[in-house]
């Protein structure tokens, strides 16, 4: 693959860092941690949307953009550069995406317009505390001409903001459905938890819910099927993200070590220091190049699951390298709470959690090289 952006992809790259940079500013997000609110600026949100941001991926039609997966990456990776309070990855990739693949005529009619403009924020409960991922205890009893979901679901992102969910849920006939729930339906109690970087999360639970039957995305298809296409996505996105992290952290610690000084010369002068940056480096770089080419093969509509395994690899594993490296070299100032590092290392430390460890990622990969269903 070409690891070069595309015009198009840079001037999305260029917009979105602008807008990231211009709103999201550490006295703000200072301000904002202190409000004891959920980690979300309504300006900033205001400003993506108006930017075509938000809706980079949802079809012209429907006032979107009608891009790929590689832009929403993109602008996934600046996010995270910026640590901004801003629900873009659940908007775009758990909400929007999935709409678009699998969503009827009216039901995109229905609910596209909304997302693309961002008055609307959607997003997935996909865990559970005692379930795999494909196969939910929460169950949708058909009643009717609707549905009643019952079930709890743990770690849904930016639940706390949004107007609505697709929830998986078990149906009578054993198969798997996915549902359209809003978070104001009767039945639905969202009960924010803290996170590990401050990001808005929360347990969802719901009590015989009442969904219509035509709330149903992709009825035709396996739900499995339709989970499995979102956690792909869901996956390299969180491994975009990782990317953006690990590059800002990097490059907040060149300009500390330049700056820093030592016996009248700076750190970065000093050879175990420039050592300990260039391994970061190369960590940060593979951080990178593995997350790209996982979005690039999801775009181009080829196989990727064995190259979201690898990226994830990296981001656990070389993604935690790095930060830690960050913090070394800062030395007492690295892990100064009100000091901009702070917050790359806890949004690290989250990406690193939810995307699972290094180990299970190198076992999962393990069994598609002995399936012998990789694609390299």
Same mark, same amino acid.
């Given at each position: ?39 979300? $600026? ?90 795999? $991922? ?129 016996? !009248? ?13 260039? !391994? ?57 709470? $009100? ?32 399936? $012998?269903?990789?694609?390299?």
């Amino acid at each position: 693959m070409d690891f070069s952006y595309s015009d198009e992809q840079q001037a999305i790259r260029e917009l979105a860092g602008q807008i990231f940079r211009d709103l999201t500013t550490l006295d703000g997000m200072r301000a904002l941690e202190k409000s004891g609110g959920p980690r979300f $600026d309504p300006e900033l949100w205001k400003a993506l949307s108006e930017a075509g941001l938000v809706g980079i991926a949802i079809p012209e039609a429907f006032g979107g953009g009608g891009l790929g997966f590689m832009e929403v990456a993109v602008g996934l990776e600046q996010l995270a550069r910026a640590v901004a309070p801003a629900p873009l990855y659940e908007a775009s990739v758990l909400g929007a995406l999935p709409l678009v693949e699998f969503g009827c005529d009216a039901q995109r009619k229905r609910w596209l317009p909304d997302m693309a403009s961002g008055q609307a924020i959607w997003t997935a409960a996909l865990v559970e505390a005692e379930a795999e $991922d494909f196969d939910p205890t929460t169950v949708a009893e058909k009643k009717g001409g609707e549905y009643r979901v019952s079930g709890e679901k743990i770690g849904v992102p930016a639940a706390q903001l949004a107007h609505a969910m697709w929830v998986p849920a078990r149906l009578d006939d054993g198969s798997v459905g996915v549902f359209a729930v809003e978070t104001a339906a009767p039945g639905v109690t969202v009960v924010p938890i803290e996170t590990t970087s401050g990001q808005p999360e929360a347990i969802v639970r719901l009590a015989e819910v009442a969904v219509a039957a035509d709330a149903q995305l992709g009825p035709e298809r396996e739900g499995v099927e339709i989970l499995a296409w979102i956690r792909l996505r869901a996956t390299a996105g969180l491994c975009s993200m990782a990317a953006g992290v690990c590059d800002e952290a990097l490059a907040l610690t060149a300009d500390y070590v330049k700056s820093r000084k030592q016996f !009248d010369q700076s750190i970065a002068m000093f050879q175990a220091v420039g050592h300990r940056a260039a !391994d970061a480096y190369i960590d940060a770089e593979a951080v990178r190049l593995t997350a790209q080419q996982a979005a690039w093969r999801i775009a181009e509509g080829r196989p990727a699951d064995s190259q979201v395994a690898i990226a994830k690899f990296f981001a656990a594993e070389a993604g935690s390298r790095v930060l830690l490296a960050a913090q070394h070299l800062h030395g007492g100032v690295g892990v100064d709470r $009100d000091y901009a590092l702070h917050r790359y290392y806890v949004t690290a430390k989250q990406l690193e959690l939810a995307l699972g460890g290094a180990t299970a990622h190198l076992r999962s990969l393990g069994r598609m090289l002995a399936a $012998d269903t990789t694609t390299f």
